[in-house]
Nanobody
Framework: QVQLVESGGGLVQPGGSLRLSCAAS????????MGWYRQAPGKERELVAR???????NYADFVKGRFTISRDNAKNTVYLQMNTLKPEDTAVYYC?????????WGQGTQVTVSS
């Protein structure tokens, strides 16, 4: 099994920045992708950014130019640097790790953008 532990959420003013971290542990094996999703109240969970095996990175259109995903393979950790945050970025952010046959989620970390 794989455990994902997120950290770094919180309250920030519009225009501010936050950095989320997600550390994977357990029997990780071969990873197809690792990344971040978010879910706002009353909305479906949506992809924010992910790193696919081989290094390809996908970003949702609504974060391009503002968010950057990166990873530290030695620490089995993925990061999401979020800049120029907007109120509409308010959501619970979830870390996700996909393997060939299964899929794991972190517990989620709340990001609130408000003045």
């Amino acid at each position: 099994q794989v455990q994902l532990v997120e950290s770094g959420g919180g309250l920030v003013q519009p225009g501010g920045s936050l950095r989320l971290s997600c550390a994977a542990s357990g029997t990780i094996g071969s990873v197809n992708s690792m990344g971040w999703y978010r879910q706002a109240p009353g909305k479906e969970r949506e992809l924010v950014a992910r790193i696919i095996r081989g290094g390809t990175i996908n970003y949702a259109d609504f974060v391009k130019g503002r968010f950057t995903i990166s990873r530290d393979n030695a620490k089995n950790t993925v990061y999401l640097q979020m800049n120029t945050l907007k109120p509409e970025d308010t959501a619970v952010y979830y870390c996700n790790l996909k393997r060939l046959l299964d899929n794991f989620w972190g517990q989620g970390t709340q990001v609130t953008v408000s003045s």
